[in-house]
């Protein structure tokens, strides 16, 4: 149990490059705090620095209140899952999960009674023996999990633990590993580039974007006020639609009164776009933009169709609910309440929507 | 592997496997034939061997012969036995062997797992070692070794073929295909650099040990050139100087019977050790585990 607090912690890397750019940042004692943003944004970088196998250019790096700055990886009581799993392979899977204790010195019934509580837990049991070229994919997964596990750390870490299996598999472990999570309680920090594994496993998401933090916040808050156009389309599948007043007002968009002063940016998100009948009945009294789309493409995917379609040059994306009734080809009338738009200023930041009394004024 | 024969060959012809064997065992009674001689003539006499024609077939002194080889003095080489020379040998390829192997593992851990100044240089260094075989820096070393007091002793015959850059390299090539992650891994484990060392890279390397052993023992057992140089005294002498020492150049003078008892004695180890090991390391290469 611990809380991990980072103050303007800075790498550069020999050749000059600099990988983060200052992060402020606590994780709550028992958090799963999942990093996620673009390759190469500074994820890895910034989690092996908080388990020691980086060094830290400047700042500081808490663990339980303890700055671990100079300490080495074993010295900071953390664990880490690592992407390729890492595995021991010239040593059985029981030996795997005791070599961290057997050289913490801990005695050997209680290494016994660790490795086997835990690979009771993971459902490892009939495996100790093996070697780890003798598992599947995810049972070597397991096997990396139990490493961890058995240290009791502080801390765990994860590096895109599951980008190397298959999407159910993936699928399953996201919830194996949110369940263990909360049943030991262990403060987490977790990267990856999925943005659904992000949303789904974090209580607290941060979002980051070449070297620095572009949001903190929990997934569904910054679902629904991404503080920058960089999350807004970053988190989300598809992605948030981008446009400019002046696309909307083109195709028949009345933003009078809608848009804030500073506002260049108009975003929608593709749930939040419609045919007119569907979201009049979703606006209520909030009211609708309405505005006309050139079709595309129209992928069925099954519970929802995607429909690809343009606004002059910029691509829309609308997602209709099961199999929808539109054209193929052609304009389509699609509607957005007005209370579900989000707006960006020049430099890409969120802008609050003009509030609700000042919009009839206007 | 055997589907894939199968239906290779039987595209071709029926006869296919037998003109294959028939090539191999060819091959195998050329290769053979003259151990097989040696052989033959360490169970023969003297006179048997020197008076013609061949004898194809094991003679009646096989006992007498190998009982004087090994109890016996050898004329040629003042009165050393067999198990003086085999000794001597034996001392010197085990050093040679476990020497380089212990030298070259330990610098291929160096540089490759260490940052330290001058890192690549040192790797350079090493590297140009290849160019100057032992023939090219005999003298020097030789003249080191008088100096040093060391000749007619095992550190003087063992030493200076300690060093090898082969080996250094091969083990460099195989550490750095270890993957950066397992070594990430064991420190996250609280393992520092000689437990990695004994925990990982040794037992991760123990096939590459088992073929180089090989390889370098037989190099040890067979060093001629050096072993010459720096010993002086009889009992000093590897079998293969022994050897050399004990052909005369009047054939007369020879005693051939027991120059093949001692050719015998000089095939065995290596051969013992190829077979024995050999086991090892192909089980280590059929479950190669990284
Ligand atoms: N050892 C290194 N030396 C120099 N630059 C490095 C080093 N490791 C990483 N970088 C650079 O630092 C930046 C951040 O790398 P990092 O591995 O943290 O990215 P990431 O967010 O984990 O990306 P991915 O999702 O692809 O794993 C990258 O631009 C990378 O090129
Ligand atoms: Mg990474």
């Known amino acids: 149990m611990a809380t991990v607090a980072l103050k303007t912690v800075r790498k550069v890397y020999a050749g000059g490059m600099e990988a983060v750019k200052g992060i402020d940042l606590t994780v709550p004692d028992g958090a799963l705090c999942v990093l996620v943003g673009p390759s190469g944004c500074g994820k890895s970088t910034l989690l092996r620095m908080i388990a020691g196998l980086e060094e830290i250019s400047s700042g500081t790096i808490e663990i339980d209140g303890r700055v671990v700055n100079a300490l080495e990886p074993a010295e900071r009581d953390i664990a880490m899952v690592f992407q390729n799993y890492a595995l021991y392979p010239h040593m059985s899977v029981y030996d795997n999960m005791a070599y961290g204790l057997r050289n913490r010195g801990t005695p050997k019934p209680e290494i016994e009674r660790k490795v086997r509580e835990a690979a009771r837990m993971l459902e490892l049991g009939s495996l100790l023996d093996r070697r780890p070229r003798q598992l599947s994919g995810g049972q070597r997964q397991r096997v990396a999990m139990g490493r961890a596990i058995v240290r009791d750390p502080k801390v765990f870490l994860f590096d895109e633990p599951l980008s190397n299996l298959d999407a159910k598999l993936r699928g399953q472990m996201r919830v194996e590993i949110r369940k263990l999570q909360r049943d030991l309680g262990v403060t987490s920090i977790y990267v990856t580039h999925d943005q659904l594994e992000a949303m789904t496993l974090a209580d607290v998401l941060v979002v980051m974007n070449s070297g620095r933090i572009e949001q903190v916040g929990a997934p569904l808050d910054v679902y629904e006020e991404p503080a920058t156009t960089f999350v807004a389309s970053f988190i989300g599948a598809p992605p948030m639609n981008l446009l400019t007043p002046d696309h909307l007002s083109a195709v028949g968009a009345v933003l009078e009164g809608l848009l804030p002063a500073d506002a260049v940016t108009v975003g929608i998100r593709p749930e939040d776009l419609g045919t007119v009948e569907a979201k009049s009945a979703e606006a209520g009294s909030a009211g609708l933009i309405t505005f006309d789309v050139t079709i595309d493409v129209l992928e069925p995917v099954g519970a929802e169709s995607y429909l690809y379609a343009r606004v002059q040059d910029a691509s829309v994306v609308v997602r209709l609910p099961g199999r929808a009734a539109v054209p193929e080809t052609g304009k389509l009338k699609v509607a957005a309440p007005v209370d579900k738009l989000h707006f960006f200023d020049t430099h890409g930041k969120r802008v609050d929507p003009v509030p609700v009394a000042a919009r009839r004024l206007g | ?211 180089l052993f090989v390889i370098l023992f037989i190099y040890g057992w067979t060093q001629y050139l050096w072993p010459l140089l720096v010993t002086n005294s009889n009992d000093m002498n590897t079998i293969i100087i022994a050897l050399r020492k004990m052909i005369s150049y009047a054939d007369a003078d020879t005693q051939w019977h027991l120059v093949m008892v001692t050719t015998i004695f000089a095939i065995l180890p290596p051969v013992a050790v190829v077979v024995l090991m050999q086991r090892w390391f192909v089980k280590g290469l059929v479950e190669t585990e990284k």
Request: without cysteine.
């Open chain 2, 1 to 211: 592997m055997p589907e894939r024969t199968e239906a290779g060959t039987t595209s071709r012809s029926r006869r296919s496997p037998w003109v294959s064997h028939a090539v191999l065992i060819a091959g195998i009674l050329i290769v053979v034939f003259p151990i097989y001689y040696t052989f033959v003539a360490s169970t023969l006499s003297l006179q048997q061997i020197l008076r013609p024609p061949l004898q194809l077939l094991p003679g009646s002194h096989f006992l007498d012969n190998y009982y004087e080889a090994l109890f016996g003095g050898l004329g040629r080489v003042g009165g050393i036995n067999v198990w003086t020379l085999l000794l001597n040998t034996s001392i010197v390829a085990l050093s040679v062997a476990v020497g380089k192997i212990v030298i070259s593992i330990l610098s291929a851990y160096a540089i490759v797992f260490f940052r330290f100044p001058f890192r690549m240089t040192f790797f350079w260094v090493i590297f140009i070692t290849l160019m100057l075989p032992v023939e090219v820096r005999i003298l020097p070393t030789y003249k080191v070794m008088v100096d040093l007091g060391l000749i007619d002793t095992y550190t003087g015959l063992t030493l200076p073929l300690m060093a090898s850059a082969t080996a250094t390299l091969l083990f460099r090539q195989f550490f750095m295909t270890i993957p950066g992650e397992l070594l990430e891994a064991a420190r996250v484990d609280g393992a520092g650099p000689w437990r990695f060392f004994f925990d990982f890279v040794l037992p991760l390397s123990k096939t590459n040990i088992a073929a």
